[in-house]
């Protein structure tokens, strides 16, 4: 069988494991940390239970494909249900809205607490999921750098709608145009976060977003959002594919074979050697060329291309229940625009948009009976050397605490939310870096800022070195748990078609 090994075991290397495992090969996983899952990583303080990064389940198809795939029933293995509010949004000035995952019911919502009409909204959603049937097929789910992508049916009818995909307008122009009040516009701008772009700058393009949410829905898994990394971990393994926790690999070891270098291997950091045919790259791709392949030619100006944000978080255990607070709560900032000013400029604004997820609300095992895990996460700038992380922690934690306590409207209450922390724990963007190797803790690799966003991706093979191929949040199509998964499925499209595994003869 033909040898591959895989770097990382965050969602995309558990999938790529997946596939190529069933695609015949023999597969080993090499993951730095103790268990799989990467960012889907859990963190436990005193009685309470959190999930590292993503708190958002979106297209838990992609999901389900590879236990389908594996002739195995999802649901015997990893179980989850749809949320009818996606999230509940407040202002400062009193406006509260929950945010139905049905379009209508959400559209009516809209209409009855903000005044605008259902249809408009209806409307802007519908064009949202235009864009997506227009482009997401070429540009989520294959890959862009081969000529077979653009020469289909699909990208001629792109083509002849380029009009309706909004490329010279920003997020916020497009918001601005279709829906005009101001709460609605910053419910939508807020869309640009979920790739860690601002939407003063991201294209028009991305109003798609909006239709993942209210059209294919939130989802929340049973077990909490951990229990997606430990559903593949287990779906690998039952298949055969070789784990190493606590195995940090030190370099991708390469041989000259014609015109290129070819991957052949990975060195570990203890110095033992394994030997691959081929090598796939679940880490982040900027770390491993600056840190596997030091020698190595390396694209340069992909490797450059801005991040996306980071984050700030507090992981506060709260010994108290706010039946005010839904699974997933937004707290808007007064001015969306200085605050991702603020972003540009490498810090944080006075008064930041807060998000609060509660997932003890849908899985009780998550925090003590009467208690809540409170996820409290703030949009950082990527780590830059010039922050000072403890300052603005703690000027933005006591920011944080009065803000939630005022919209909450629990303020100059003797026993508040400031009372109720029992457990705390803060990673700022050099904790995320730090935790789970992204570079300056990009939450989702590159940011989509621009138009050529999607084009400047690293592509899942390497140009430089034969053999190795990428797969995660830092290359194409991008970050974010679907596009994790759709990154696995199109490096393995990719590297069986250049070569293809049945027939493949080791040297
Ligand atoms: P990662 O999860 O980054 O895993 C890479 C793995 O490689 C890690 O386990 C690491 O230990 C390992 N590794 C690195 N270097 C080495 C080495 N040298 N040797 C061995 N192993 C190595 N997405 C959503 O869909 N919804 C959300 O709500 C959401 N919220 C987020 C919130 C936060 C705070 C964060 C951090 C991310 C969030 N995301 C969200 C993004 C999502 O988590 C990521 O896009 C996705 O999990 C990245 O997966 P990945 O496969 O690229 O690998």
């Known amino acids: 069988l033909p040898r591959i090994g895989i770097i990382g075991a965050g969602i995309a290397g558990l999938a790529a494991a997946i596939r190529l495992r069933l695609e015949g090969a023999h597969v080993e996983v090499f993951e730095a940390a103790d268990t799989a899952g990467g960012k889907l990583g859990e963190l436990v303080l005193g009685e309470y239970r959190f999930g590292i990064g993503p708190s958002l389940l979106t297209m838990p198809e992609y999901i389900d494909e590879l236990f389908e795939l594996a002739g195995e029933v999802p649901g015997d293995h990893f179980r989850y249900r749809r949320l009818d509010t996606v ?101 939508f701008d807020r869309f640009a976060t979920y790739n860690g772009s601002n939407p003063y700058r991201a294209p028009g393009l991305l109003s798609m977003i909006a239709h993942f949410e209210h059209g294919a829905g939130a989802f929340v898994p049973e077990g909490g959002m951990p229990a997606i990394g430990r559903a593949l971990y287990g779906l690998a393994e039952r298949l055969g594919v070789a784990f190493h926790f606590e195995t940090r690999v030190a370099e991708i070891l390469t041989q000259k074979q014609g015109r290129r270098p070819r991957a052949v291997g990975l060195r570990l950091e203890d110095d ?33 291309r801005e991040k996306s944000t980071s984050a700030l978080i507090f992981y506060w255990g709260v010994n108290k229940s706010f039946p005010e607070l839904d699974v997933h709560n937004i707290f808007f900032s007064e001015d969306y625009a200085a605050e991702f000013g603020a972003l540009e400029a490498g810090t944080l604004c006075d008064d930041p948009t807060v998000y609060v997820s509660i997932s003890s609300r849908y899985d009780d095992s998550a925090a003590p009976a009467g208690s809540e895990n409170w996820f409290v996460m703030i949009n950082a700038p990527f780590a830059t050397p010039e922050q000072d992380w403890s300052a603005l922690i703690e000027r933005t934690r006591e920011r944080v605490i009065q803000k939630l306590e005022r919209m909450l409207g629990h303020e100059g209450e003797k026993a508040g939310l400031r009372e109720a922390i029992v457990e705390e724990c803060v990673f700022d963007p050099t904790t995320i870096e730090a935790r789970t190797l992204s570079h300056l803790g990009a939450l989702y690799g590159t940011s989509s800022n621009d138009r050529m966003a999607a084009f400047m991706r690293h592509p899942n093979d390497s140009r430089h070195v034969d053999g190795l191929y990428f797969c995660g949040g830092s290359v194409h199509p991008g970050g974010g748990l679907p596009l994790c998964l759709l990154s696995a499925r199109i490096m393995t499209d990719v590297m069986t078609r250049r070569e293809p595994l049945a027939r493949h003869t080791p040297d």
């Open 272 to 304: 033992r050697q394994m030997l691959f045919d081929r090598v796939v790259s679940n880490m982040d791709v900027f770390f491993t060329h600056e840190r596997l392949l030091p020698d190595a030619p390396a694209p340069r100006r992909v490797l450059a």
């Open 87 to 187: 999230c509940r949004y407040a202002w400062e000035d009193g406006t509260r809205l929950d945010a139905r995952a049905n379009p209508k019911a959400f559209a009516e919502e809209v209409e009855r607490v903000l005044g605008v009409p259902a249809q408009r909204v209806l409307k802007t959603l519908a064009h949202g999921e235009e864009k997506y049937h227009l482009t997401g097929r070429t540009f989520l789910e294959k890959s862009l750098h081969t000529p077979g992508t653009w020469l289909t049916p699909e990208v001629g009818h792109a083509l002849t709608r380029l009009h309706r995909l909004d490329l010279t307008r920003t997020l916020h122009q497009v918001h601005e145009r279709d829906l005009g009040e101001p709460h609605l516009v910053q419910l």
